[in-house]
């Protein structure tokens, strides 16, 4: 039996996944002269905002900077700026690139390039919040008190200018060398008690490693897989965002509005299943974690090392919980859903909207028109309630999509680089056991595979696997346990 030789990367074509796809990264015509002809039609009436010392924080080597970042301390608690890339300012509503955007919904990311939600020249220049550029946004302030606990909240249209463009890992050894940037020296208390705050509302998150595909800089056209570690950068930065989306979600359904007038277009997910959380309970005391009954699933898997057999298969079997997420429509004097759960994000555990990727999400467009002009006191513009429901289809069909692409990437990766190791033993975790017809699941660290294994391993267990088959072709690869 061939033992297990390390695997760095093979020739991956990920044309053939474009095309089931009908990803056409080609813009019309007329779309892409509008983009590049594209003024702003608030120029006249923005607040200068030029003074504020923003920075980005994205992965190296983004061009559609879609957020920019100014928090500080107070006396009384925090007082963050958030910037957002103006688009709806650049797009006519009636227009071709309307048009078409609305119809992509999202930009689509494969591991050799995008399929732009808008054209570069827009997305990657005019309307991307770069370094040392002025650039119109939609500046959300929010004020907070000890406890990070949003007290003021509201948004208007600005110019910015971003100072510095920083990276996840850069903001993490920043911040573990005490040599923060100053616009988030702020962020990492900020972050912990944010997320202690959703930890109290029953939010979930999940640590867990992201798998990718990576170019192999040694070997033109090859391609790699690696595990992307949850850093505590990763988790502050999102809070910011999550912040902002609950607050979006707050102006959208003001209590003070009449119920008639009401707009809103909301990320919502449902509560999960007794069922599930009881499953997870099982799985929990069978792998020795313990977990007292009136501890919340968030606070559980918050306290787990992320490192252990027992916290992969905890969150693998967490993302259960986090399924049936939509959008959800409020518009033109329709009724409420009936419930307030209906629009919560049951995995945030609030009422929550996209607002802060325009660049690269339809919906984040229509919910911020919404916000600005709640905030100033305007009429929203005829075109956002008119196009809420078009827009939420759209956003549901193009996340299925995106998943579906993300998925088919890896799985063409993992096949690829196995599909001369058949016979092969790998060390792996016991992610999830068999259940019926349906085989366990294995993770294996080196190359980092997630797939399926026959026979019996159990939960959690640390094994040996050998690999049966690998087909690029069919994008599928199958282990099994020689016990």
Known sequence: ?????????????????????????????????????????????????????????DPPGAMDLDQALHLVRTPSGFLLHYAIADIGAVIAPDGALAQESGARGQTFYLPDGTVPLHPPSLSEGAASLLPERTRPAALWTIELDEHAEPQRFTVARALVRSRARLDYSGVQADAEAGRLHPSIAALPEFGARRIEAGLARGAIGLRLPVQTVVQDRR??????????????????????????????????LDGNTPAEQRVALLRTMPPPAESAIDSMRRTAHALGVTWPA??????????LDPSTPAALVLMSEATTLLRGASYTVVAGGAELPPTPEALRHSGIGAPYAHVTAPLRRLSDRFATEICLARCAGTTI??????????????????????SKIE?????????????????????????????????????????????????????????????????????????TYPA
Do not use: K
């Open 219 to 252: 070997a033109d056209g090859h391609w790699r897989l690696a595990l992307e570690p949850r850093t505590a950068a990763d988790d502050w930065n999102e809070q910011v965002s999550l912040l902002t989306g609950m607050c979006a979600a707050r102006i959208m």
């Open 381 to 402: 513009p005829r075109w956002v309630p008119d196009g809420l429901v078009r827009a939420a289809d759209t956003m549901r069909r193009s996340d299925g999509i995106a």
């Open 407 to 479: 998925r088919a990437c890896i799985d063409l990766t993992e096949s690829t680089l196995l599909a001369r190791r058949t016979g092969t033993e790998f060390a792996a975790i016991v992610v999830r056991e068999a259940n019926g017809s349906r085989p366990a699941v294995i993770f294996i660290a080196d190359p980092p595979v997630l797939g399926p294994c026959l026979g019996e391993p159990p939960e959690g267990a640390a094994v040996r696997v050998r690999l049966l088959s690998a087909d690029p072709r069919q994008r599928r690869v199958s282990f």
């Open 294 to 303: 009136e501890e919340a699933v968030g606070r559980m898997l918050a306290r």
């Open 1 to 57: 039996m061939e033992l297990h030789q390390r695997i760095v990367s093979a020739p991956v074509d990920f044309g053939a996944v474009r095309s089931e796809f009908g990803l056409a990264s080609a813009y019309p015509a007329e779309a892409s002269a509008e983009a590049r002809d594209a003024v702003d039609a608030f120029a006249g009436s923005r607040v200068d905002r030029t003074d504020i010392p923003f920075v980005t924080i």
